[in-house]
């Protein structure tokens, strides 16, 4: 009896030592005109997040992939960064040929900056449902570990798909939620529920805007980076993938905005160009702590900081573009974007204790509260304030004894809007405390969750799959 339970918890250790890692989904598409040194800056500031690899979205028929993968290898072992593909079966071309799949493979599943699960190369894809008894072959020719996105299947769906046993692991490409609601684990939970490890979503927002593509719809964003965060430490899923590092035209990138990359503002017809000035670095600034927390159960509060974010245009003040609150594309019920949208600013700060919040928009104060705090004093707090007719610059704020800790002055919000086109993507902003940082005030943030039946299911899930 005994013995059993410290084998059984050395597993546990064991396993999660080798899993839980966090992956950013990037658009190989966006990079044509990435050279060696782009290459190493957008890995350093992966690195620099705790980000541990890339995973290149690829569609067939580019013709700057070869080259672009051949340098992001190169990039990738100068820096000690990790790679793998995520074939897109629908965003190229057409499908990606088994043939060409293998050769990838081939070529760079042994090579030293190739990300490796249990010693096999990993692979993703982003849909390809029709090719799913092809990965029967891939796999017996690269000896890869495979894990699809195969989300219009549904997760059981895709477990089954060719018949079952292709699958080594699930993707689902569920990170929004449908409706005027915020984000729910109900999708999340079909996939823990199966005899597979998952790979978890996590995204900022989305919105998109490409005529080209008939593309124009939103999907609620909001509180969503914190909310998901909090589902991943709690759900424990084997791995997660963030949606995305630079995918311009959907507005949820996390990376730098790179003025040779955004082509798609002009070539994708979209009306108006939705990310000049709208940075997202800021969401980057929490995941040093959100990552550690979910591969450790614990973070380091190296310093602390505060990261805001809000639409600049109040959903009233201009046209919508044409925009929808979800897509009929996905047989989704359609909702003014102003009911899925809120005309909020929201906030996290991470905090070695508690402290207040203040907003002010054209200096007005908008009676800013926490809605989530830091579990035991440090850790993540997070909420949002609506801010009614109220224009002007931002200003939020975070003080503890009349001392302030963080401030971010903002983009102005103004219901001036160019062509009176609502632009329906974010701009963030962050900022670090320098009195913390000054006197290195490291602090270990313990175990923030208590180990829940789900948790050790999923633990027992991968100890399985790994071992049998
Ligand atoms: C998952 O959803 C259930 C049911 O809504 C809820 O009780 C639980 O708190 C959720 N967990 C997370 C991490 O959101
Ligand atoms: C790459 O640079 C060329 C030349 O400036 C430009 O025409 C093209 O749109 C850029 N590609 C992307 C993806 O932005
Ligand atoms: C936060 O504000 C409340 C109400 O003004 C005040 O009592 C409290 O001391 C403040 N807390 C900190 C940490 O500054
Ligand atoms: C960051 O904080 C410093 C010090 O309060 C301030 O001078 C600076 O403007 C802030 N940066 C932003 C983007 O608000
Ligand atoms: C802290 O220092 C950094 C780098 O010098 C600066 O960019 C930032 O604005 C400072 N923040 C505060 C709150 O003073
Ligand atoms: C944090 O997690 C690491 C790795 O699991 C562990 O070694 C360390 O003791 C933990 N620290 C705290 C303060 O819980």
Not at 227 to 249: A, F, K, S
Not at 321 to 324: F, I, Q, S, V
Not at 342 to 348: D, H, T
């Given at each position: 009896?005994?013995?059993?339970?410290?084998?059984?918890?050395?597993?546990?250790?064991?396993?999660?030592?080798?899993?839980?890692?966090?992956?950013?989904?990037?658009?190989?598409g966006?990079?044509?005109?990435?050279?060696?040194?782009?290459?190493?800056?957008?890995?350093?500031?992966?690195?620099?997040?705790?980000?541990?690899?890339?995973?290149?979205?690829?569609?067939?028929?580019?013709?700057?992939?070869?080259?672009?993968?051949?340098?992001?290898?190169?990039a990738?072992?100068?820096?000690?960064?990790?790679?793998?593909?995520?074939?897109d079966?629908?965003?190229?071309?057409?499908?990606?040929?088994?043939?060409?799949?293998?050769?990838?493979?081939?070529?760079?599943?042994?090579?030293?900056?190739?990300?490796?699960?249990?010693?096999?190369?990993?692979?993703?894809?982003?849909?390809?449902?029709?090719?799913?008894?092809?990965?029967?072959?891939?796999?017996?020719?690269?000896?890869?570990?495979?894990?699809?996105?195969?989300?219009?299947?549904?997760?059981?769906?895709?477990?089954?798909?060719?018949?079952?046993?292709?699958?080594?692991?699930?993707?689902?490409?569920?990170?929004?939620?449908?409706?005027?609601?915020?984000?729910?684990?109900?999708?999340?939970?079909?996939?823990?529920?199966?005899?597979?490890?998952?790979?978890?979503?996590?995204?900022?927002?989305?919105?998109?805007?490409?005529?080209?593509?008939?593309?124009?719809?939103?999907?609620?964003?909001?509180?969503?980076?914190?909310?998901?965060?909090?589902?991943?430490?709690?759900?424990?899923?084997?791995?997660?993938?963030?949606?995305?590092?630079?995918?311009?035209?959907?507005?949820?990138?996390i990376?730098?905005?790179?003025?040779?990359?955004?082509?798609?503002?002009?070539?994708?017809?979209?009306?108006?160009?939705?990310?000049?000035n709208?940075?997202?670095?800021?969401?980057?600034?929490?995941?040093?702590?959100?990552?550690?927390?979910?591969?450790?159960?614990?973070?380091?509060?190296?310093?602390?900081?505060?990261?805001?974010?809000?639409?600049?245009?109040?959903?009233?003040?201009?046209?919508t573009?044409?925009?929808?609150g979800?897509?009929?594309?996905?047989?989704?019920?359609?909702?003014?974007?102003?009911?899925?949208?809120?005309?909020?600013?929201?906030?996290?700060?991470?905090?070695?204790?508690?402290?207040?919040?203040?907003?002010?928009?054209?200096?007005?104060?908008?009676?800013?509260?926490?809605e989530?705090?830091?579990?035991?004093?440090?850790?993540?707090?997070?909420?949002?304030?609506?801010?009614?007719?109220?224009?002007?610059?931002?200003?939020?704020?975070?003080?503890?004894?009349?001392?302030?800790?963080?401030?971010?002055?903002?983009?102005?919000?103004?219901?001036?809007c160019?062509?009176?086109?609502?632009?329906?993507?974010?701009?963030?902003?962050?900022?670090?405390?320098?009195?913390?940082?000054?006197?290195?005030?490291?602090?270990?943030?313990?175990?923030?969750?208590?180990?829940?039946?789900?948790?050790?299911?999923?633990?027992?899930?991968?100890?399985?799959?790994?071992f049998?």
């Open positions: 009896m005994h013995f059993t339970s410290i084998l059984l918890l050395g597993l546990l250790s064991a396993n999660h030592a080798l899993g839980a890692a966090v992956f950013a989904h990037f658009i190989l966006n990079a044509w005109n990435y050279t060696l040194a782009t290459w190493k800056e957008d890995m350093t500031l992966a690195q620099a997040a705790h980000i541990d690899a890339f995973a290149l979205n690829m569609g067939y028929g580019d013709s700057s992939t070869a080259t672009q993968a051949a340098l992001a290898f190169e990738a072992n100068s820096v000690g960064f990790k790679l793998f593909f995520s074939f079966y629908e965003g190229g071309t057409g499908a990606w040929p088994q043939a060409d799949v293998i050769t990838y493979l081939n070529k760079y599943g042994s090579n030293s900056a190739h990300y490796k699960y249990n010693g096999k190369p990993f692979v993703s894809t982003f849909e390809g449902t029709a090719a799913a008894t092809e990965w029967i072959t891939i796999k017996s020719e690269t000896n890869c570990f495979f894990v699809p996105d195969w989300s219009s299947l549904g997760a059981e769906g895709a477990y089954k798909a060719g018949g079952g046993g292709i699958v080594d692991g699930l993707f689902s490409w569920g990170a929004w939620p449908s409706g005027p609601n915020n984000m729910d684990n109900a999708t999340d939970l079909t996939y823990l529920d199966l005899d597979v490890p998952y790979m978890m979503p996590a995204s900022p927002w989305f919105y998109t805007n490409l005529a080209e593509y008939s593309k124009n719809w939103l999907w609620r964003g909001d509180s969503l980076w914190h909310d998901r965060w909090e589902m991943i430490w709690e759900l424990q899923p084997e791995w997660v993938e963030i949606i995305t590092w630079n995918d311009y035209g959907e507005s949820h990138y990376g730098p905005i790179r003025e040779d990359a955004i082509s798609l503002m002009t070539t994708g017809g979209a009306p108006l160009n939705y990310i000049e709208m940075p997202h670095d800021g969401w980057r600034e929490l995941l040093p702590f959100a990552i550690d927390t979910y591969v450790n159960g614990n973070a380091t509060l190296d310093y602390e900081g505060l990261v805001t974010w809000y639409r600049p245009n109040p959903s009233e003040a201009c046209g573009g044409g925009t929808t979800n897509t009929a594309s996905e047989g989704q019920t359609l909702y003014p974007p102003a009911e899925v949208a809120q005309n909020k600013i929201f906030y996290s700060a991470m905090l070695d204790s508690h402290a207040n919040v203040t907003v002010t928009v054209g200096g007005q104060s908008l009676g800013a509260t926490w989530h705090l830091g579990r035991g004093g440090a850790g993540l707090y997070h909420g949002g304030v609506e801010y009614g007719s109220a224009t002007g610059k931002v200003v939020v704020t975070v003080h503890r004894d009349g001392e302030t800790v963080a401030t971010v002055a903002g983009e102005s919000i103004t219901a001036t160019t062509d009176d086109l609502s632009n329906w993507n974010a701009w963030v902003g962050s900022n670090v405390s320098n009195s913390t940082r000054k006197t290195n005030t490291r602090r270990d943030v313990p175990a923030s969750l208590p180990v829940k039946s789900r948790h050790a299911h999923s633990h027992l899930h991968r100890g399985h799959n790994r049998h």
